[in-house]
């Protein structure tokens, strides 16, 4: 993907850093490049926290530090007996971002609502398309095509949703990233020049900062929106400096040359704890580290050996050597401080002897098989490398062969959802919404075999019992439906589920007003730093 707009590397120095300027600069050292800048398009946090969080804002958000979702872009909404129509009252006078290639002639109005939907739902939109290859996965998974039956402007600040069915989530999902609301009038003008493809590289929001640049893995750059809806930020810019390696971003930490880092070691935090130039903040992660076979190729179509492989897996080893302890073992695909997790599930045991065993009972000999391993730290995988090469080892000890493979991150996920794609991936999720449905519907799914089902895996009688869940709206009962398609999942396989992480979010004494996201989302329109 080539991004138009760059700047200079000299503005990662030191100087810079020091910021002898007045203005606030606050420096972020971000784990990876983003795939793009319409966060409609993709899925990672990597993405979203480059695009959906400085640049844009949505019909609902997240209110700071929660999974409850308050108003946002719309200051009120309603919702009909059946909770088929949603009707949202848009903010009177929110301003579009005022750039070197865009000025804006209005304010946010019920069109780019539309817009912004519309594109990710309508096969035949002008904009479905815009990007070679685009999926609007999320939107998908989320199964908006299916659900959304038609969004009406009302009048300039009034849009009415009307589904075909009711959906427990729906309000949820509309704070998520994907959801975000993009200018109709930048898009028309953009079609106007031929330039479509500049929505994903240079975008136009409504958020807490406005975008100035971004040099491809290297370094991204935006200053304050002074007329943030939200209140403007108290930093005047912010930079995104691309640091791939924990090492390396927490000596930038303790040097000064950022504010906050994402993913630390886990061997390193103990001694950042005792840094009195540092803070660390902590909370359970709502995340889950899987490892996804593809259910359509043999041998990984038997559930025989997917169970076999599972007991081969030592997870407290992964545990132990990647999180220090920071992390509990998973069991279930959802994490347990998340409601409806079910207790009562029995984890496959480590077991080498049983599972050589079911091997050979399945016809199974000589198995050489690839695990993907992502090239990037993760809040629920620290390090992906070496917990694969702990599953190579274990593996190792039944006869089975392992070739440990990996790829550029947004080549590492784009590849991945191949429906013929060879050989386990090693992925993982944080919550968006808090609801179960965003982890058992939009990664287990029927509708995302293709895209988030990164197993390739459409079992009828789970795919029914979350699809259920959705369209209830009393939680006792939807609880009693999720823990049901957790045993079933869990009798079926279909990935081995790893861990649990804890979040860890290290950051200078001198910041203040970060707060720690249950979602996993690094988000700085409320940071300070102290003079």
Known sequence: MKYKLGIAAALLSATFFAGAASAKTFVYCSEGSPEGFDPGMYTAGTTFDASAHPVYSRLMEFKPGTTEAEAGLAESYEVNADGTEYTFKLRPGVKFHTTEFFTPSRDLNADDVIFSLERQIKADHPWNQYVAGTSWEYAAGMGF????????????????????????PFIANLAMPFASIVSKEYADKLEAEGKKEQLNQMPVGTGPFVFVGYQQDAVIRYKKNADY?????????????ITTDAAVRYQKLKAGECHLMPFPNAADVESMKADPTLTVMEQEGLNVAYLAYNTT??????????????????????????????ATPAKNPIPPTMWSYNQATQDDSYDLDAAKKELEAAGVKDLSMKIWAMPVSRPYMLNARRAAEIMQDDFAKIGVKVEIVSYEWAEYLDRSKAKDRDGAVMLGWTGDNGDPDNFLDTLLGCEAVGGNNRAQWCNEEFNALVKKAKVTSDQAERTKLYEEAQLVFKREAPWATIDHSLSVVPMRKEVSGFVQSPLGDFTFENVDIAE
């Open 145 to 168: 095509p299916e659900l959304i039956k038609s969004i009406e402007k009302v009048d300039d600040l009034t849009v009415k949703f009307v589904l075909n069915r009711p959906e427990a």
């Open 297 to 326: 190729q043999a041998p990984f179509d038997k559930v025989e050996v997917r169970k076999a492989l599972n007991k081969a897996i030592n997870k407290e080893a992964i545990v132990d050597a990647v999180f220090q302890g920071m």
């Open 229 to 241: 809806w939200g209140g403007a930020p108290k930093i005047d810019d912010l930079v995104f400096a």
